[in-house]
């Protein structure tokens, strides 16, 4: 496949799980991955580098703080997410750089916390014909998010774990300028993406969810990526890494 590749982000806090994602990923792939780097450490750069392309995220980025937010939506906001979003809404809003910086002319973005158990390959067919494609987001029902107001009563909220796009979409381009202008009036990067398409109606596919599965809902067999959101994905992820680990061949392959 010609031009086509995956990329992933990290920063320092996260890229204890890029081996184990690379691992998962790398038992069934050879498309080319570029490293968006979020600011990871110079040893996990140079892990990056061993293995593909690093891209630095621009350092302009400015993501408004609480006091630089509408009231209304920090309360709304901080009432919905768990934790310091205003620390992670200043990662949250380089995914929409990194899309921009893609050096493939198609592209899949997998969040690290996503366990790849197919060839990837299969996954740029619902691309063809479309700009974008990825799954409506399954854990935060519509009911929910509506309930705080974060979407319109007739917008899909769209999670943005697995997305695949092509880099010349009007939508991505979007994603990217408005990650500067007007990420004030969104909560993260899911909540700018999914207005940007409900706006702009570009061509969409939206991918089963078992390209997309999170491991909140119910264990499912069929399942071609599993996604370890949240605590309990990632004390999952920590506990198979070192499981991983204790073999020391699989550690060198892994950690060399």
Not at 163 to 174: E, G, M, P, Q, R
Not at 212 to 230: G, L, R
Not at 231 to 238: C, L, N, V
Request: glycine share 4%.
């Amino acid at each position: 496949m010609k031009n086509v590749g995956v990329i992933v982000g990290s920063n320092k806090l996260i890229e204890w799980m890029l081996p184990w994602w690379w691992y998962h990923y790398i038992l069934h792939n050879d498309l080319p991955i570029a490293f968006m780097d979020f600011g990871m450490s110079k040893q996990m750069i140079k892990w990056c580098e061993k293995r593909g392309k690093v891209i630095a995220i621009p350092k302009n980025l400015k993501v408004k703080g609480k006091k630089e937010v509408p009231p209304s939506l920090a309360k709304k906001w901080t009432q919905r997410t768990k934790g310091n979003i205003w620390a992670a809404r200043k990662q949250w809003f380089k995914k929409p750089l990194a899309f921009a910086l893609s050096p493939f002319s198609k592209t899949l973005w997998l969040d690290i916390d996503c366990e790849v158990k197919i060839d990837v390959s299969e996954i740029f067919d619902f691309c063809t014909n479309v700009e974008i494609a990825l799954a409506i987001d399954a854990i935060n029902p519509k009911i929910v998010v509506e309930r705080f107001k974060l979407i319109y009563p007739d917008e899909v909220y769209y999670n943005s774990g697995v997305v695949v796009f092509n880099k010349d979409a009007k939508c991505i381009s979007s994603f990217a300028k408005r990650a500067y202008s007007d990420n004030h009036l969104f909560l993260g990067d899911q909540c700018l993406l999914s207005r940007i398409i409900y706006e702009e109606k570009p061509a969409v596919f939206e991918l089963p969810q078992e390209y997309n599965w999170p491991i909140s809902m119910k264990q499912n067999s069929k399942a071609k990526i599993y996604h370890w959101i949240c605590a309990q994905g990632k004390a999952h992820i920590q506990k198979e890494f070192n499981t991983l680990l204790s073999f020391e061949p699989i550690r060198q392959y892994i950690l060399s």
